[in-house]
C-alpha cells in the first residue's frame, strides 16, 4: 500500500466505519459489546475526520475549484460532532439515544457516500498522483496523532 493514494486510505477507513456499524446492528442484544463498539466508532470517526481536514481537505480549501466540496464535508464533519456530542449527554441505549444513533448513522452513511461518489473523483480530477500519494503519506502519519487524541478525550 506504499503508493496508495490519498482515497483509496479514506476509502479503507470508511469501510471499516460501515463493518462498525454492522458490528453494532449484530450487538443490539449485548449491551456492554455495543457500548465498545460505539465508543470504537467515535474514536475512530473522529480522528479520521481531523486527519482527512488536515490533509485532504486544506489541500481543497486551497483550490477554488474545489473549496465548495470541502467546505460542504467539513460541515458535515461539524454536523456529526454535534450528534456525537448530543449522544454523549443522553443514557447510553436508551430510547432517546438510540433515535439520535440512528440519526447519525443515516447522515454519517450519506457523508461518506457522497465522498466517495461525487467529492474523491471531483479531486481525483485536480490533483496529480503524486500529490495523491503525499497525501496518503500525510494522513498516515496524522491519524495516528489523532487517534491518541481522540483516546485521550474518552
Known amino acids: 500500500m506504499a503508493d496508495a493514494s490519498i482515497f483509496d486510505r479514506l476509502k479503507q477507513d470508511h469501510d471499516a466505519h460501515r463493518q462498525i456499524f454492522d458490528k453494532m446492528a449484530d ?14 466508532f467515535k474514536v475512530e470517526v473522529t480522528a479520521h475526520a481531523a486527519a482527512e481536514e488536515e490533509t485532504l481537505y486544506a489541500t481543497m480549501l486551497a483550490r477554488p475549484d474545489l473549496r465548495e466540496d470541502a467546505q460542504h464535508s467539513v460541515s458535515e464533519h461539524k454536523e456529526i460532532d454535534d450528534y456525537l456530542e448530543e449522544l454523549a449527554s443522553l443514557s447510553f441505549n436508551g430510547e432517546e439515544w ?10 454519517y452513511l ?9 467529492m474523491f473523483p471531483d479531486a481525483a480530477g485536480e490533483l496529480t498522483a503524486e500529490e495523491e500519494q503525499k497525501l496518503a503519506a500525510l494522513f498516515a ?11 485521550a478525550d474518552e
Open 110 to 118: 450519506h457523508h461518506i457516500d457522497e465522498e466517495e461518489k461525487e
Open 141 to 151: 502519519k496524522r491519524k495516528p496523532a489523532e487517534l491518541q487524541r481522540a483516546e
Open 27 to 40: 450487538a443490539k442484544d449485548q449491551p456492554d459489546r455495543l457500548e465498545k463498539l460505539f465508543e470504537q
Open 98 to 107: 438510540n433515535g439520535v444513533f440512528a440519526q447519525l448513522k443515516q447522515r
